[in-house]
């Protein structure tokens, strides 16, 4: 006896509230997977694939039919990358890729034995 209480009021207390728990966490565990079973994917309806395919590729006109509207901000994509290439350095960006360029072409002479005189590296490389 602990503190004048029997111990196996502890156990069965104990065992109780751990019983309780897990039954819980069952019943919240099945109502979940009800839930998520029974839940449509709101991303692979009809219509939100329709509205993506219109914001992405949809004229001006498509994006807002109404006569009111940013009809100059839609393509913003675009815009973006616009933007990008307008403070990009583009001698770093062209050497980049001319460098990915060559790996490939390294690649392909070990597969397929292309000789050195069908590519020869830009000039651009030869800066860097």
């Known amino acids: ?11 069965v207390t104990t065992l109780a ?3 309780s ?4 966490s069952l019943y919240r565990l099945h109502t979940l997977k009800r839930k998520l079973a029974s839940r449509e994917d709101v991303y692979e309806t009809a219509k939100s694939l329709n ?3 219109i914001f992405h590729y949809g004229s001006p006109d498509e994006i807002l039919p109404f006569s009111f509207g940013p009809k100059s901000d839609v393509d913003f994509p675009a815009r973006c990358a616009e933007l990008c290439l307008k403070h990009a350095n583009v001698k770093v960006i062209t050497a980049y890729i001319l460098t990915e360029i060559m790996l490939l072409v390294t690649v392909l002479k070990l597969i397929i ?8 590296p830009p000039s651009i490389l030869a800066c860097r």
């Open 21 to 24: 728990v897990a039954a819980y």
């Open 51 to 53: 509205e993506y395919l």
């Open 1 to 11: 006896m602990l503190l004048n209480i029997d111990h196996k009021v502890f156990a």
């Open 113 to 120: 034995g292309i000789s050195n005189t069908v590519f020869q």
């Open 17 to 19: 509230a751990t019983v």
